[in-house]
């Protein structure tokens, strides 16, 4: 990306490139050196505890439906608020999406940042995705995060293997599916109620989530293809920003985004709660609260549809 090519070292013996293509992608992808590594001297240290989870294995059920019950009342107050909103983008979307098969990943930053607004985001979360099946768009919905606080199992690694320098990313990745591309909402509407639950919310590392969101989506047929981040402010982990140079993650996340760009096949927006997410995404639209992220989501889904 950007005249950034992959990067091969021995320095750091359990220190692994990143590397999240799955062998199902297509050729083009999996073939694509410069997807192998998106920063130069970019790492993790170990993917080994990283994990994908479904919303519903991560909370009991009766505490899913009491979370859940939280979010759809939020729901229905939004749709009532910003019923005008909501009326004019599917107006607007159902031209636009005529003959023109689309997906739409929307990527959700489950940082401890974010636990005060975090209902507000799960409602429209929600509601967007009703909106967007109702329309007939294939949609997925998933958050990520890390599994521990300041580095988890990998950073424990990393110390028994006596702090080998520049280790690269030193924390347990979690990704959160709320719904899948093959899910209704219906059957699935209680998971968003997971991302209310306490302890959930740690840190966040955006470049890799979106590399992998852009994986996932990419095995989707269809002809127009939208990542949707929904985020607070820029990548964070103190495990990984405390041993490698200060602007890692940040520079991770731009080159990713830039070789996104240069593939041509996903566009990336991003919607910015309570910060101006510009600083990394072309693509932005600012909610200056997080009730109000769901005009701006749609607005900007509105306005790089393409037409």
Known sequence: ANGHRSVVRTVGIRREQIEPREARLTKKVSGTDAARSKVKGYYVYTKRFDEVVDAKDICPPDELLSLFAQVRRLSKAFQRRFADYIKKFEQEILVLAKGNRA???VLIDNSGSLWGSIASVAAWSFTIAELLERNGIRTEIAGYTTRAWKGGRAR????????????GRLNDLRYIIYKSFDDNVADVATNFGAMLREGLLKENIDGEAVLWAYDRISLEKDNSKVILVLTDGAPADDATLSVNPPNILDLHLKDVLSWIEDQGDV???????????????????????ADDTGPQALGLLSDIWPR
């Open 156 to 167: 424990e690694l990393w110390v028994r293997d006596r702090r080998p320098k520049n280790p």
């Open 267 to 289: 566009a990336v927006c991003a919607v910015g709660i309570a910060t101006d997410a510009s600083r990394f995404y072309a693509l932005t639209s600012s909610a200056s609260r």
């Open 103 to 105: 997906s739409v990943y």
